[in-house]
Nanobody
Framework: QVQLVESGGGLVQPGESLKLSCAAS????????MRWYRQAPGNQRELVAA???????NYADSVEGRFTISRDNTKNTVTLQMNSLKPEDTAVYYC??????????????WGQGTQVTVSS
């Protein structure tokens, strides 16, 4: 059983920063790509940032230069540092990862989501 648990969401004002964290736990053999998605009310879930197992990041145009994704392979964690937040960043943020459990094939897992609200 593999779980992804996010933390760090909350309410901030425009221009402020917030850091999201996601920890993977369970029977983990290897973690491949890790990602952050978000979904605002009435919108489809969208990819915000991704990072490969070797640490190469990729960002959506809307967050490029403001958000930074990083991972710690020794702790099975991924973080999303969000700076210069805007009201349009308001959404539920989800952690996502491709994880191989011992003796099994790689599967895609989702966290439960954490709310980020940017409002004055």
């Amino acid at each position: 059983q593999v779980q992804l648990v996010e933390s760090g969401g909350g309410l901030v004002q425009p221009g402020e920063s917030l850091k999201l964290s996601c920890a993977a736990s369970g029977s983990i053999f290897s973690i491949y790509a890790m990602r952050w998605y978000r979904q605002a009310p009435g919108n489809q879930r969208e990819l915000v940032a991704a990072i490969t197992s070797s640490g190469a990041p990729n960002y959506a145009d809307s967050v490029e230069g403001r958000f930074t994704i990083s991972r710690d392979n020794t702790k099975n964690t991924v973080t999303l540092q969000m700076n210069s937040l805007k009201p349009e960043d308001t959404a539920v943020y989800y952690c996502n990862a491709d994880i191989r459990s011992t003796g099994l094939r790689s599967r895609n897992y989702w966290g439960q989501g954490t709310q980020v609200t940017v409002s004055s």
